[in-house]
């Protein structure tokens, strides 16, 4: 079974599981009575859910699901929760792959080199808020789901006995700061909202947003408001404030 001493001592509970169907029903199932930022780590998730209930696996040992349970926030503060977890996953494998331009998607993606690494879904649960992450670790070009991922180990990261304890522990560090933050100076005054900002790819991109509802917004993403909301212009001129939707890049800034 894989160790993690590095994580163990930031993590105030640290489960680890040879194999889970999802790590965010194992961490669910404990919540209550859970201290703040328990964590439960597989390298071999076989039942996951992403956004829109689409499955959410890898093959044993070639990425982490990692599953954190976070504090209460503010309810005008909870949307930032997922941007600070793609934040904090971008600012721990950042420095693993020098020379890759490392960036979060809106609302809960990271990207090295525009390709995905990582996915974040977080769900409210009567203990708080579960925030599920999957990070592809060592997937090759032949397992990636899809051409338009990537692994670190493919952007370059070195694969030692150590990677994943580095992984994990920049990450839980990390998103304690980002979050703690936001709970005690909220979005603004803690930094997290020009955080996120500095590093989305998103902005000034065109894209095409998948509304919940089934529609569609075509036009150039211009912003993140305040209330975590995506400011996407249309071809008209209007401006509109996306809460929730999947986002496709269509072209680079110009």
Request: charged residues 25%; aromatic residues 2%; hydrophobic residues 45%.
């Amino acid at each position: 079974m894989l160790r993690f001493p590095a994580a163990e001592a930031v993590a105030p509970r640290l489960i680890v599981l040879e194999s889970a169907g999802s790590t965010n029903d194992e961490l669910a199932a404990i919540a209550a009575g859970a201290p703040a930022y328990t964590t439960v780590v597989t390298a071999d998730q076989t039942a996951g859910r992403g956004r829109r209930d689409r499955a959410w696996s890898t093959p044993p040992g070639r990425g982490l699901a990692i599953s954190v349970l976070l504090p209460a926030v503010a309810p005008e503060e909870a949307a930032w929760l997922p941007l600070a977890a793609g934040l904090a996953m971008r600012d721990a494998v950042a420095p693993l792959v020098p020379g890759t331009a490392a960036a979060v998607k809106w609302p809960n993606d990271v990207l090295l080199d525009g390709r995905k690494v990582c996915g974040v879904l977080g769900r409210l649960d009567a203990a708080g808020v579960v925030m599920g992450a999957g990070i592809n670790v060592r997937l090759t070009e032949d397992e990636l789901p899809v051409p338009t991922a990537t692994s670190l180990v493919l952007a370059g990261a070195v694969d030692d006995d150590g990677l994943d304890d580095r992984v994990l522990a920049g990450y839980l560090a990390r998103l304690r700061e980002l979050v703690d933050g936001l709970r005690e100076r909220g979005a603004e005054a803690s930094g997290l909202r020009s955080g996120v900002v500095a590093a989305c790819d998103t902005i000034g991109r065109e894209v095409r947003v998948e509304l919940p509802d089934g529609g569609t917004l075509l036009g150039r993403a211009t912003g993140i408001g305040p209330d975590a909301r995506l400011a996407v212009r249309r071809a008209d001129g209007g401006v509109e404030q996306v809460a929730a939707g999947d986002v496709v890049h269509l072209r680079a800034t110009d």
